[in-house]
């Protein structure tokens, strides 16, 4: 079966850091390239990052640059966002999202069903 | 950037009727326009690509069309698990920009 699988969301306080991890079966991850989204409470969706199949090309939207990273594992078809100096703003559900094909702008033809992050004191 | 706006925000429809929804580009995206269907705690699904094209699985009484940087995403005769959110993303430019969606509520 076709999916994908996060985990690593929590509560966590203003400041402190945070790994997710989204965890890949069915398709042959390595050919693929790989986002992060995120939704807030209530809120619509936001691009968060993007990482090509080999790892050479990574962006990240404004809102995250400098605080959080993008990085995959092709042998245990693995993507992760580690995410630091948390704020509010970032409380959100992540999703694990791929891409249809490898341009650094596609659409999403695959969503994992997320992982809450909660950043509060 | 681009930006995406949805209209009307929330969309009340009958069982049975027609329900058109709309997506404007701030500038030219093409028909580099996708559509996602997203039920409450539910992650997003691919609904519509290429402004028209269903992707896989989709039933036909979902379509797409593009006028210029206007789009719309007609549902034909609504069942009962159509209610939902739907959100249009443009990919014809970096980076990838959502609308704010549109809920579609039973009337």
Known sequence: ????????????????????????????FS?????????????????????????????????VKGRFTISRDNAKNSLYLQMNSLRAED???????RYAYGDPSAYFDLWGRGTLVTVSS | EIVMTQSPATLSVSPGERATLSCRASQSVSS????????????PRLLIYGASTRATGIPARFSGSRSGTEFTLTIS???????AVYYCQQYNNWPPAFGGGTKVEIK
């Open chain 1, 91 to 97: 409380t959100a559900v992540y999703y694990c999202a």
């Open chain 1, 31 to 63: 050919s693929y390239s790989m986002n992060w989204v995120r939704q807030a409470p209530g809120k619509g969706l936001e691009w968060v990052s993007y990482i090509s199949s080999s790892s050479s090309t990574i962006y990240y939207a404004d809102s």
């Open chain 2, 32 to 43: 580099n326009l996708a559509w996602y269907q997203q039920k409450p705690g539910q992650a």
């Open chain 1, 1 to 28: 079966e076709v999916q994908l699988v996060e985990s690593g969301g929590g509560l966590v306080q203003p400041g402190g850091s945070l790994r997710l991890s989204c965890a890949v079966s069915g398709f042959t």
């Open chain 2, 77 to 83: 005769s609504l069942q009962s698990e159509d209610f």
